[in-house]
């Protein structure tokens, strides 16, 4: 009965020769997991694909490419993405497995390309949405994939 109600139980422990027994539990608080979490950026994604015919995604380190193995099966997400960009010339020609796409030089013409750009690299981000913005001239939407639901 109480682990049907969303309880722990720690212990149980058999007092007064075995007429009671004293039982220790907790209630933890619901926690957010990973696939709800999947399943919300998913929906958010999938609304950024629907407003934006060509979006890009920057990033594409290891956190890029996992979070592109994520998404790559979304309805639209391959057609939509029109180009994958990263910064380190170590990555850049690589190909993205299962997305068809090879990872480029962000330049201002393939970035201009994009109506939106998705920042993967969320430890860079300010950098790159500087560059994006100062350096590469795009006027476009940027999201950061740590809140899709609102542009940066």
């Known amino acids: ?36 979490t999947i399943e919300n950026d998913q929906a958010n ?26 998404n790559v099966g979304l309805k639209g997400f391959k057609e939509k993405v029109v180009n994958i960009f990263d910064s380190d010339p170590d990555l850049q020609g690589l190909y993205v497995a299962n997305c068809n796409k090879t990872i480029c030089v962000p330049n201002e013409k393939s970035v201009n390309r994009c109506d939106c750009i998705i920042v993967t690299a969320i430890e860079y981000e300010g950098e790159i949405v500087n560059m994006i913005r100062n350096n590469l001239g795009f006027q476009g939407v940027i999201y950061s994939i740590r809140d899709l639901q609102r542009p940066l």
């Open 1 to 36: 009965m109480l682990t049907d109600n969303g309880f722990t139980i720690l212990s149980i422990e058999e007092t007064r020769n075995g007429n009671h027994f004293n039982v220790v539990f907790q209630k933890l608080p619901e926690i957010t997991t990973f696939n709800i």
């Open 45 to 70: 994604i999938e609304k950024i694909m629907n407003h934006n015919a060509k979006v890009g995604i920057w990033g594409a380190g290891i956190k890029g490419r996992i979070w592109l193995q994520l």
